[in-house]
C-alpha cells in the first residue's frame, strides 16, 4: 500500500509541477513540454529522496493539452520523445506510480457536442500522455461525472454513449469517482455497469453525498471489484476542514478579519491520524484487497509525511502496510 500527494510540492521550495507560461507572453516565450519534464525530474527525485512512490501529475503537464487553442503546440510531444522516455525510465525505476486528475472542464454527460468533443480530445491526450511516460494499467486518468442538468439518469446515459466512443485503450485509462454533491457512488456503479469504467472511491465525497445510504465500507468494496484483477485501485482519503475559513471585507481604516465556519466539503491541511487509523483498520477487518491511497490534504507531501510520522508514534501496525 502506497501513500500519494497530489501535483504541488510544499517540502521543497522552488519546485514546479508544470511551464505555467502563457502562449501569449509578451516577451514571445511561451510554455514548452521540455521544461514541464525538467520540473517532473526535479520532483521524482524529492521523490526518491523522501521514498514516496505514488504521485498524481499537474494535468496541464503538457502545454498542448493545457491550451488546446493552440494546436502548434501539439509539435513539442514529438520534439520531445527523447525526454519522454528519459523521464519514463526514471519513474519505472523508482517504481512511482503516477495518476493524472482531468480538469474539472472535462465533461462527458453533457448533450453540448462542442463540450463533449474537447473532453474527449482531452483524455485522448492525457490518456496518450500516460502511454508516453509508461505508465502501467495502473495509471489512470481521473475523472467526475459532469452535471445534472435537470435529468441525472438522461445525463448518467449520455456520460455512458460518451464515454463508449473514446478508444477501447483510452477507455482503459479512465477511471470515474464519485463526487459530493450529485453522484454518488450508486450512480457511478450504475455508469460502471453499463461501460466497465473502473471506479475511484472518494472517501470524503461518500460521507458527504451518500442519498442511497450505502455503508462505507460496502461502497468502498463495491469500487475497488471495478478494478481489472492484478492491478492494484486506489481511493481517495482527506479530512474534512474544521478550520474557520478567514474572509476579509472592505472598510474605512482598512480589512476587516472575518470569520466562517468551515464546510465539510472542503479538505484539511492534514490528515487526522486517529481517523485514518480507524478507518484503514476497518478496512482490513472488512476483508478488503489492498489498495493505494492518495491524500488530498491541502498540505500535500508535508501531509503525506507527518501522517506517515503519526503513524509511527500512534499505530506502528497501521505504518506496517504502508510502503515507503
Known amino acids: 500500500m502506497h501513500l500519494g500527494f497530489p501535483v504541488a510540492v510544499q517540502g521543497r521550495p522552488g519546485l514546479r509541477a508544470y511551464d505555467s507560461r502563457s502562449p501569449q507572453a509578451p516577451d514571445g516565450s511561451g ?15 524529492y521523490l526518491a529522496q523522501t521514498h514516496i512512490r505514488f504521485y498524481r501529475l499537474s494535468s496541464r503537464l503538457a502545454p498542448h493539452l493545457a491550451f488546446p487553442r493552440h494546436p502548434e503546440l501539439t509539435a513539442q510531444v514529438d520534439q520531445c520523445q527523447a525526454e519522454l522516455a528519459h523521464t519514463a525510465d526514471l519513474l519505472r525505476r523508482d517504481r512511482v506510480r503516477f495518476t493524472i486528475h482531468a480538469e474539472a472542464s472535462v465533461i462527458l454527460d453533457s448533450a453540448d457536442a462542442t463540450l463533449t468533443d474537447t473532453s474527449l480530445a482531452h483524455l485522448r491526450g492525457l490518456a496518450g500522455l500516460l502511454d508516453r511516460l509508461g505508465a502501467g494499467p495502473e495509471g489512470v486518468v481521473v475523472v467526475h461525472t459532469g452535471g445534472v442538468y435537470g435529468d441525472k439518469a438522461a445525463a448518467q446515459a449520455q456520460f455512458c454513449r460518451n464515454f463508449t466512443r473514446l478508444p477501447l485503450a483510452v477507455q482503459a485509462r479512465v477511471a470515474l469517482e464519485n463526487d459530493d454533491d450529485r453522484f454518488g457512488l450508486s450512480d457511478v456503479l450504475w455508469i460502471h455497469r453499463q461501460t466497465g ?16 445510504g450505502l455503508d462505507e465500507f460496502e461502497a468502498l468494496a463495491l469500487a475497488l471489484s471495478t478494478w481489472p484483477r492484478g492491478v492494484r485501485p486506489k481511493v481517495h482519503f482527506a479530512s474534512p476542514r474544521t478550520a474557520f475559513n478567514v474572509l476579509t471585507a472592505p472598510e474605512p481604516g482598512g480589512p476587516r478579519r472575518l470569520l466562517a465556519a468551515p464546510r465539510w466539503t472542503q479538505h484539511a491541511d492534514y490528515v487526522n491520524p486517529f481517523e485514518f487509523v480507524d478507518w484503514l483498520r476497518r478496512a482490513r477487518a472488512f476483508g478488503l484487497p489492498d489498495f493505494d491511497i492518495m491524500l488530498e490534504a491541502r498540505g500535500r507531501d508535508l501531509a503525506l509525511l507527518r501522517l506517515r510520522a503519526d503513524l509511527e508514534q500512534f499505530a506502528p501496525d497501521v505504518r506496517g502496510w504502508i510502503e515507503s
Request: hydrophobic content about 45%.
Open 31 to 45: 510554455p514548452h513540454l521540455s521544461v514541464s519534464l525538467t520540473y517532473l525530474r526535479d520532483i521524482l527525485r
Open 197 to 212: 469504467v473502473r471506479l475511484v472511491f472518494d472517501r470524503l465525497h461518500h460521507l458527504v453525498f451518500n442519498p442511497d
